[in-house]
């Protein structure tokens, strides 16, 4: 919308091709909504409605994702630089406004965490930072078992050609009165949004596709957006003008989002009633046994099948869901990882229902090997050296684990 096209066909089109594209990382869902607020919030004119947009899309950005703080104030500033020329300001005046929104924007992103931290009811809060603390996994810069292009040629694949079309209409302007400044701060706030995206994907858990290099994307598409519609304005406050870019970077915009659609094997699965209602009614009988006993259940996996009332008699546990679990473990989170162990030894739990476990421990020319390999030695061994798989769904990956009796056996190192 701030781009004004006119044609409506062509918007549609251009409104698809951005979808394509922010897919490709992909830029999750909950993570629009700040980008959305800033775009739909920033004027140049009204200071009022800028801040009201900064402030709300830096809350929910608290909300959301630790390294997502600073971004909706650095998505106004880049708009800032892209519209409001210089000339007749000094430097310091001119940058003063993208500085506040970055101070205040991070600011408030922080507190906000920190009250939803508060209201979470959950008692410790270095559970959410659990990211600062894994480990890196630089060797998946390069292509690797778990993403075959690895993370620096898919980025480059992915913007090259956009680069391209920013250095070629960049050079038409040449003539005009552009302050350096502005550019010079556009792409800095683009190189330190991939590092940072390069950074946290290089974390364990990460790196096996382009999704944390989400802002980086999304701001990269802000700024080629600008310049190929000419919605940028040159120093004498004048829009810039179209130019006409060569066929073959046209193609190489349309086929890079479209390609990486290509890499996913899709399959269809009819819906097997008589199949399922059998597996529900198991999963039924053993959670009645349990009950029988008064005794726990854990439901690390297959929640769902609580929230939908499709089990009764099954009182949800919250913690050790598994993703907390994955999360937990692959940040060593020892505090809540020594309550996991001592609950298993306890067999404080009749009932624990999981994906099938395993003790197979991985290297690394296996896609996932570092992660299977925290989650075997710190979650799974914990569940195999005091329960045993007393029934098992292999097509619905679904296991259940009852307490061993007698003497415990627990699998090799």
Request: with cysteine; hydrophobic share 50%; net charge positive.
């Amino acid at each position: 919308k701030r781009l004004t096209i006119e044609d409506r066909h062509l918007r549609w089109l251009v409104a698809l091709w951005m979808f394509l594209f922010l897919f490709t990382g992909p830029i999750y869902f909950h993570l629009a909504v700040p980008v959305i607020l800033v775009l739909w919030g920033f004027s140049a004119q009204n200071r009022s409605r800028t801040w009201a947009a900064v402030l709300l899309a830096s809350l929910w950005a608290g909300w959301s994702r630790v390294n997502w703080y600073p971004v909706p104030a650095m998505i106004a500033a880049v708009l800032y630089f892209l519209e409001v020329p210089v000339a007749g300001k000094k430097i310091w005046q001119y940058l003063l406004k993208p500085f506040l929104w970055f101070i205040v924007g991070t600011v408030t992103a922080f507190l906000f965490q920190r009250v939803y931290i508060a209201l979470s009811g959950i008692p410790d809060s270095g559970s959410f930072y659990t990211s600062l603390s894994s480990d890196l996994l630089w060797y998946r810069l390069w292509p690797n078992a778990s993403y075959f292009l690895g993370l620096i040629p898919a980025a480059l694949l992915i913007s090259i050609p956009i680069w391209i079309v920013i250095y070629l209409v960049l050079r038409a302007d040449r003539k005009e009165s552009w302050q350096p400044i502005r550019l010079i701060l556009i792409f800095v706030t683009l190189f330190v949004l991939f590092l940072g995206g390069l950074l946290v994907s290089l974390k364990i858990g990460g790196g096996v596709d382009l999704h944390n290099f989400d802002a980086y994307l999304v701001l990269l598409l802000i700024v080629f957006s600008y310049i190929v519609f000419a919605r940028y304005r040159l120093e004498n406050g004048q829009l810039s003008r179209s130019v006409t870019l060569p066929w073959f970077l046209v193609l190489a915009l349309l086929l890079v989002p479209a390609w990486s659609y290509l890499r996913f094997n899709l399959s269809f699965q009819a819906y097997d009633q008589t199949r399922t209602q059998s597996v529900l009614q198991s999963l039924q009988n053993h959670v009645n046994d349990a009950d029988a006993k008064n005794g726990e259940i854990l439901f690390i996996t297959q929640r769902h099948l609580i929230s939908m009332h499709m089990l009764n008699g099954v009182t949800l546990i919250p913690e050790y869901e598994r993703e907390d679990l994955m999360e937990m473990a692959m940040g060593n989170n020892a505090a809540y990882l020594d309550r996991f162990k001592e609950d298993m030894r306890n067999q404080r739990f009749a009932l624990i229902v999981v994906d099938p476990l395993n003790f197979n421990l991985m290297t690394r020319n296996r896609s996932f090997a570092d992660e299977n390999n925290v989650w075997v030695r710190r979650v799974a061994k914990q569940i195999l050296c005091n329960y045993r798989q007393e029934a098992v769904f292999s097509a619905d990956e679904i296991a259940l684990y009852v307490p061993q009796e007698g003497e415990r056996t627990c699998p090799e190192k």
